[in-house]
C-alpha cells in the first residue's frame, strides 16, 4: 500500500510527461536542460534559475560513479564520510564494545560484508529454504500460501500477491493496522508506460534473463521466463494508479471486511492465504486495507494456473536481485552492472565503497544512534529551532489573514499548525527490538545472508506485535538521522529535519538572517506547508482522515489546486516535455506556500529579499546525466529543480518588487496568472 512521504527533496526532483498545454497560460517557458559548455547565461529577469547556477552547472562534474551533483549530494558525501569514520572506528575498537551494543553490530556485520570467502562459500545461505518452495510450488494456491508466509517471516517482497504490511490506520490513525500491498508493476507505471524509454525497460529484462540464469535456469527458459514477467508486470502497470492520482484518497485507500477480500482475491482461498502470512481471522484480524483496487482486482483476473510459471519466475528473481548484496559475487556483480548500465554512470562504484553504504543501510538505526550521539549540536539545533519558530509564526499569521478562507476553517488550520509535532535531528525513541540484534562474526560461523535475516525476522515479529497498538508518534519510520532531506508525515502531522539537513550549505548560524531563510528557511516553510497541501489537507491534527473544511471553502482550495497544476504545464523542455501539474501538485504547493511565507517574514525589503531568492536559487543548483534526467523524470513527485525555483519565483509578487521584473522578462508573469494558496 503506498503512501506518499512528503519531502523536500533533494537532487534527483524531477518529474515530467508529455501533456498537453492547458489555455489558461498561453506562455511557455522553456527549461533549458541540459546545460551544456555553449549554453549562454541569461539574465536574472530572463532565467533567475540559469542566471543565478548556470556557471556553476558548467563547471560541475559528476561523479563517475554517480548520476548527478548537486548541494545536497556534496552533503551527503560529507554525511558518508562521517558515517565511514564511525564504521572505522568501531572496527578498530571492536573488543572495546559488547556483543549488544550499535558499535559491535556495525563492525560484526561489515566483517561479513567483507568476508567474501565465507559469501561464496555459503551461497544462497538462508534464502535457499524460500527460494526452493516457491519453485516447487505445485499450484497458484500453493504459491501464495508460501509467499505470504515468506513475507510474514522476513519481510521480503510478496512479488505479484505484493507484501504485507503493518501500517498506521489510514482513516482514524488510532492504532496499527494490516495492509495488503499491490502487485509488482516492475519499473512502476510512469517508467514503464513510457516509450522514450525503452532502453532502461531492455536493461531490465535483461537483468531478470540474468538474475535466473545464475540461480541455474537455461538461457532459453531465462529468457522465456523474463519476456512473460516483463509482460505481467507491464500489465499491472497498465492498470495501476499514477503518482498524481495516489493522493486522491478516494481511489488509494479502501478497509475491507472478510467477505471483500475473498471477493478480491476470487481465484485464490483468502483464508488460506491471509492464515499463511500470519494475518487472517485466525490471527485476531478482521479488517485489511489496500491501495490500488484496480490493480489487485487485475491480477485476480490473470490469477489462473498457466500463470504459476511466471509468478514463481518473478518472486524469484525479485528476491535474488533485492538480496544481490549478500550473495555471491555473480549475483552481485550483476546487479551492480545493472545499476551501472540504468544510470548512465561512468564507472562503477568501488567495491569498498558499496559495501560500507549497504552496511549502513541494513543497520540503519544503529548507525544513527550513533550518528546522532556523535553530530548533534546542541547550540545548532538552538538557533535552527529559533528560525522554526519565526516561520512557524508567519504560517499562523498568513492563516489568519486568508481571504479566501472562512473563520471556521481557519480555527481548524490553525489548530492542526499548532499541534505539529516537530522533531530536530533525532527521533525521541528508538524500536525495542534494535537492541536484541546480535550479529554473528564470521569466526563464529555466521554469514551475511543469515544475519541479515535475522534482523529482518526480528524487524517482522516487531511490526506484527504492533498490530491492534496504538500508534507510537515518538520513532522515526520514514527517514534516519543521517539523510540529507526533510520530512513530513501526514498522518502523525509531524515533521523530521535529520542533522545533515541542519549544516552548511543550508543552514549556517553564523550566516546572516535573510541568507539562512533562503538556505534552511526553505526546507522549514516547505515542510510545514506540506500539511495543508492537497494530501495534508485531507487530514487532521492527529492525522486522521477527517474533512475539517466547510463546503465552500474547499470547493476554493480545490479550484486553486487547479490553476496550480495548470501553472506548472506551461513549463516545458526544449523536446516538448512539460511539467506533469498533477503529479507534482503536492510538492508544487509546498514550494509555493514556503516562498510566500519566507517572503513575508523579509519584508517590503528590495536588498533583503534579493539576498533570500539568491540563496533559494544557490540551494537548487544540480546537475545531471541525460539518463538520469530520464529516468528520473517518470518517478518523482517534485518538479524538476529548475522549474521548482523560476515556476515559484514568477508567482511571487515580492521577486517583481526586488528585481524590477516587467512584461517584456522572461520571468514575467501577469499578476492575474500568479498562482496562490497559502
Same mark, same amino acid.
Given at each position: ?462 511490526? %506484527?506485535?504492533?498490530?491492534?497498538? $496504538?500508534?507510537? !508518534?515518538? &520513532?522515526?519510520?520514514?527517514? #534516519?538521522?543521517? =539523510?540529507?532531506? +526533510? ?80 501553472? %506548472?504545464?506551461?513549463?516545458?523542455? $526544449?523536446?516538448? !516535455?512539460? &511539467?506533469?501539474?498533477?503529479? #507534482?501538485?503536492? =510538492?508544487?504547493? +509546498? ?88
Amino acid at each position: 500500500m503506498r503512501f506518499i512521504k512528503r519531502g523536500i527533496g533533494a537532487a534527483l526532483c524531477l518529474a515530467l510527461t508529455v501533456a498537453a498545454m492547458p489555455a489558461a497560460f498561453a506562455k511557455d517557458f522553456t527549461v533549458q536542460l541540459p546545460v551544456t559548455e555553449s549554453t549562454a547565461i541569461p539574465s536574472l529577469k530572463d532565467d533567475f534559475y540559469l542566471h543565478t547556477d548556470g556557471a556553476w552547472i558548467k563547471s560541475a562534474k559528476i561523479p563517475k560513479d554517480d548520476m548527478s551533483v548537486s548541494d545536497f549530494t556534496l552533503v551527503g558525501e560529507r554525511t558518508r564520510q562521517q558515517l565511514l569514520g564511525i564504521t572505522k572506528e568501531a572496527v578498530k575498537n571492536r573488543s572495546r564494545y559488547s556483543a549488544h551494543s550499535d558499535e559491535a553490530r556495525i563492525a560484526d556485520l561489515y566483517a561479513c560484508f567483507m568476508d567474501q570467502r565465507g559469501r561464496e562459500a555459503a551461497g544462497l545461505d538462508a534464502l535457499a529454504e524460500p527460494l526452493k518452495r516457491i519453485d516447487s510450488a505445485k499450484s497458484i494456491q500453493e504459491y501464495a500460501n508460501t509467499m505470504a508466509s515468506i513475507a510474514r517471516n522476513s519481510f521480503m517482497d510478496g512479488g505479484s500477491l505484493g507484501s504485507f504490511e503493518v501500517i498506521n490506520d489510514p482513516i482514524d490513525n488510532g492504532k496499527y493496522v494490516v495492509a495488503l500491498g499491490e502487485p509488482s508493476a516492475g519499473l512502476g507505471k510512469e517508467s514503464m508506460l513510457d516509450a522514450g524509454n525503452s532502453q532502461n525497460q531492455n536493461y531490465y529484462k535483461e537483468h531478470i534473463r540474468d538474475i535466473l540464469m545464475l540461480y541455474g535456469r537455461s538461457p532459453e527458459v531465462a529468457a522465456k521466463e523474463a519476456a512473460d514477467v516483463f509482460a505481467l508486470e507491464m500489465d499491472m502497470a497498465k492498470h495501476s494508479l499514477s503518482l498524481g492520482e495516489e493522493s486522491n484518497l478516494s481511489k488509494s485507500i479502501h478497509c475491507l471486511d472478510f467477505a471483500a477480500v475473498q471477493k478480491l482475491y476470487s481465484n485464490l482461498d483468502a483464508a488460506a492465504m491471509l492464515k499463511a502470512g500470519g494475518i487472517g481471522p485466525d490471527n485476531g484480524i478482521h479488517r485489511w486495507y489496500v491501495g490500488d483496487l484496480d490493480e489487485i482486482t487485475r491480477f485476480n483476473e490473470l490469477c489462473k494456473p498457466e500463470l504459476l510459471p511466471t509468478l514463481k519466475a518473478q518472486a524469484i528473481f525479485n528476491i535474488l536481485s533485492g538480496n544481490s548484496m549478500a550473495l555471491p559475487q555473480k549475483y552481485d556483480k550483476e546487479s551492480w552492472d545493472y545499476v551501472q548500465h540504468t544510470n548512465g554512470l561512468q564507472a562503477a562504484m568501488p567495491a569498498e565503497k558499496r559495501i560500507e553504504m549497504l552496511n549502513e543501510s541494513v543497520l540503519s538505526q544503529s548507525y544513527g544512534r550513533v550518528y546522532a550521539a556523535r553530530y548533534m549540536d546542541p547550540q545548532r539545533k538552538k538557533a535552527f529551532r529559533a528560525y522554526l519558530d519565526v516561520v512557524m509564526a508567519k504560517h499562523r499569521q498568513n492563516l489568519e489573514n486568508l481571504d479566501w478562507m472562512s473563520a471556521e476553517t481557519k480555527r481548524q488550520a490553525i489548530y492542526k499548525l499548532d499541534h505539529m509535532a516537530i522533531h530536530i535531528g533525532m527521533p525521541d525513541a528508538w524500536p525495542a527490538y534494535i537492541d536484541q540484534y546480535v550479529v554473528k562474526r564470521p569466526e563464529d560461523g555466521g554469514s551475511l545472508m543469515g544475519n541479515i535475516m535475522a534482523l529482518r525476522r526480528l524487524s517482522a515479529d516487531y511490526k %506484527y506485535s504492533l498490530i491492534g497498538q $496504538p500508534v507510537r !508518534r515518538d &520513532t522515526w519510520e520514514d527517514s #534516519t538521522t543521517s =539523510e540529507v532531506n +526533510a520530512f513530513y508525515n501526514v498522518m502523525n502531522n509531524s515533521i523530521n529535519f535529520p542533522i545533515p539537513i541542519l549544516q552548511e550549505p543550508f543552514f549556517d548560524p553564523k550566516a546572516d538572517f535573510e541568507t539562512n531563510l533562503g538556505g534552511i528557511g526553505v526546507p522549514l516553510a516547505h515542510e510545514i506547508t506540506h500539511c495543508f497541501d492537497s494530501l495534508g489537507a485531507q487530514y487532521d491534527a492527529q492525522g486522521r482522515l477527517r474533512n475539517w473544511w466547510t463546503a465552500r471553502d474547499y470547493a476554493e482550495f480545490k479550484k486553486r489546486q487547479e490553476k496550480v497544476v495548470a501553472y %506548472y504545464e506551461r513549463y516545458v523542455l $526544449p523536446d516538448g !516535455r512539460r &511539467t506533469n501539474g498533477k503529479q #507534482t501538485l503536492g =510538492e508544487n504547493i +509546498a514550494d509555493l506556500g514556503a516562498i510566500s511565507c519566507l517572503t513575508e517574514v523579509v519584508g517590503h525589503n528590495p536588498e533583503k529579499l534579493r539576498k533570500m531568492y539568491t540563496k533559494y536559487a544557490s540551494v537548487w543548483r544540480s546537475k545531471l546525466n541525460d539518463i538520469a534526467l530520464r529516468q528520473s523524470m517518470n518517478d518523482d513527485i517534485h518538479a524538476l529543480d529548475y522549474v521548482r525555483v523560476d515556476a515559484v519565483l514568477s508567482a511571487t509578487d515580492g521577486f517583481y518588487e526586488a528585481f524590477g521584473i516587467q512584461p517584456a522578462d522572461g520571468m514575467y508573469v501577469p499578476p492575474e496568472e500568479r498562482v496562490k494558496i497559502w
